[in-house]
């Protein structure tokens, strides 16, 4: 069966995390395609917890790899290692010299459906293949301009700025380009979204646009519907999303943190994991009297087997 590359880049804090996002995706893609699947870490994720989480891979594994890969760091000035988490995924071309190419997922994602057709498409010139952020939406796209470092506004066009939360990644092309150099260089200058606003600029031009099933967040059909008036998506993309979605993506409201549209799925794998117990007492200790109420909703639902 074919193998597919997935890279995925996390902290101490998020490994539990990503134990409920790789049980998604085993599940889904039974039968249909495994993976090589490289988790790009930090210094603090011991040999330990690599442990408990390849235990947790097993036992949902049957012909998939896991790879633990510590990251390196070769962005220079402090300022930008303050966050240097949302970066890790600019190190894959250096930390995977022998791979063409590679899916890139954040941790707060839930898998719907297998990647094998995501990653079967042709990359011919491309450099990175992602869908459209909320950005391109006029008022916040005109915030977003006027944070950018300046002369860099020239490197945007509004309609074609891609999220980076899920992306096809072309290494090969990326290496050969130098982009890593660029990265760097880059990483010193102080851009509101960081690593998305550097994947923008030096891939301009080289960016396929996927379809919006790739990566949706479902709670976020309002901006959708704004970026469906401006003509920068489409009616029959966002219904397609909705009804056979690939990537449900919680940018912005992650599912232990806040209970919206299609949290439960997440929590459904969350209750396969030896940590939800965990998961519900820190959701439940720093959340809202509604909120609570929301989680209790859904957890009764989910034990019944009721699908919103």
Do not use: H, V, W
């Given at each position: 069966m074919q193998k597919v590359n997935i890279a995925f880049c996390f902290d101490k804090n998020l490994w539990k995390h990503f134990c409920v996002e790789i049980i998604s995706l085993l599940n889904v893609s039974k039968n249909k395609c495994d993976?090589?699947?490289y988790a790009i870490i930090s210094n603090d994720i011991t040999k330990d917890i690599q442990e408990e989480i390849r235990k947790i891979f097993d036992k949902y594994n049957i012909?998939?790899?896991l790879t633990f890969i510590p990251i390196t760091n070769d962005f220079k000035k402090s300022k930008t290692n303050k966050e240097k988490g949302f970066y890790f995924r600019l190190h894959l071309p250096q930390l995977l010299p022998n791979i063409d190419k590679i899916i890139y997922a954040d941790i707060d994602i839930i898998f719907n459906k297998d990647l094998k057709d995501f990653y079967n498409q042709d990359?011919?010139?491309?450099?990175?293949?992602g869908v459209k952020d909320g950005l391109n939406i006029t008022r916040p796209w005109k915030k977003h301009m006027a944070r950018i470092p300046k002369n860099?506004?020239?490197?945007f066009t509004k309609g074609d700025y891609i999220n980076s939360g899920v992306l096809?990644?072309?290494?090969?092309a990326m290496r050969k380009l130098n982009l890593y150099k660029e990265f760097c260089d880059l990483m010193e200058l102080s851009f509101p979204h960081r690593d998305q606003d550097i994947l923008n600029i030096t891939c301009k031009n080289h960016i396929k646009i996927l379809p919006l099933?790739?990566?949706?967040?479902?709670?976020s059909t309002h901006k959708y519907k704004k970026l469906i008036k401006e003509k920068y998506m489409t009616n029959i993309e966002l219904?397609?999303?909705?009804s056979s979605a690939i990537i449900y993506h919680f940018i912005n409201h992650n599912p232990w943190n806040k209970i919206t549209k299609k949290a439960n799925l997440w929590w459904q794998y969350a209750h396969l994991t030896p940590y939800y117990e965990d998961f519900k007492k820190n959701f439940l200790n720093k959340t809202s009297p509604l909120q609570k109420m929301k989680f209790f909703i859904m957890e009764y639902?989910?034990?019944?087997?009721?699908n919103d």
């Open positions: 993976y090589d699947i012909n998939s790899t990359m011919k010139d491309y450099i990175l293949f860099y506004n020239t490197y096809l990644m072309n290494l090969k099933k790739y990566n949706f967040t479902p709670r219904k397609e999303a909705k639902k989910n034990k019944r087997g009721i």
